[in-house]
């Protein structure tokens, strides 16, 4: 019996980047179905969050998400373009953000065809992966055809749709809640949340208690 989780995910966070692509491989490794369901970043739903945090966290989150990158072996490079535009010497998020609204409209115009999880790895290998410029040419186009999807139509519902796109983020964000946690990655799991790149294993070992099998 196929199992089924839902992941809820963030372009902007560094761990979430960690955790994708070990969540994909374990759909391909296990009889499990993981749809992604994005949500906008802290940056975008509480824009004064790196002003009021301590001033040690940034800096530690860095160097955190480096050595992690290492231990498991990810490419990790700063995104050129960052999706969220912020002044890191005063951690003050701008009024005008020109990435982070396309990436998710776009991520959750994917979950709307089932191909969540396939898109957002691809785009986030190039945000994170160290492609430069990622937003344009033909990056974003080749990483929605790796997910079996064509970008122009995902850019043209994300343009036509975009409230309606919107309101199913702000959904995920508040089924989020619902289950039990707020940030991401979070995986959800029969009601049981499993937050952060360092409880995959745990979430595998649950989902194996319920019967998840190899594919065959």
Do not use: K
């Not at 296990?30 to 009021?52: G, M, T």
């Not at 990622?134 to 995902?154: I, P």
């Amino acid at each position: 019996m196929t199992l089924r989780a839902d992941l809820y995910w963030s372009f902007r966070s560094p761990y979430s980047w960690l955790a994708i692509g070990r969540y994909r491989a374990m759909t391909e490794a296990w009889d499990l179905e993981i749809d992604l369901r994005p949500v906008y970043p802290l940056a975008i739903r509480q824009p004064d969050f790196f002003e009021r945090n301590h001033p040690n966290w940034l800096a530690y989150t860095f160097r955190d998400v480096v050595r992690l990158a290492q231990y498991h072996g990810i490419p990790l490079a700063a995104p050129r373009p960052d999706p969220i535009v912020q002044d890191l010497a005063t951690r003050r998020i701008a009024a005008d953000q020109p990435h982070i609204f396309r990436l998710v409209r776009l991520g959750q115009a994917a979950a709307r065809r089932g191909r969540s999880l396939a898109f957002c790895a691809e785009a986030a290998r190039l945000i994170w992966g160290g492609t430069e410029n990622w937003h344009e040419g033909g990056h974003l186009a080749g990483a929605a055809a790796q997910a079996g999807l064509d970008l122009a139509e995902l850019d043209a519902e994300a343009d036509a749709d975009a409230d309606a796109l919107d309101a199913e983020v702000a959904a995920n964000q508040a089924a989020l809640e619902a289950a039990g946690h707020w940030g991401v990655p979070t995986l959800v799991f029969a009601g049981e949340p499993f937050f952060g790149q360092d409880r995959i294993d745990v979430a595998l070992w649950r989902m194996q208690q319920a019967g998840l099998a190899p594919r065959g």
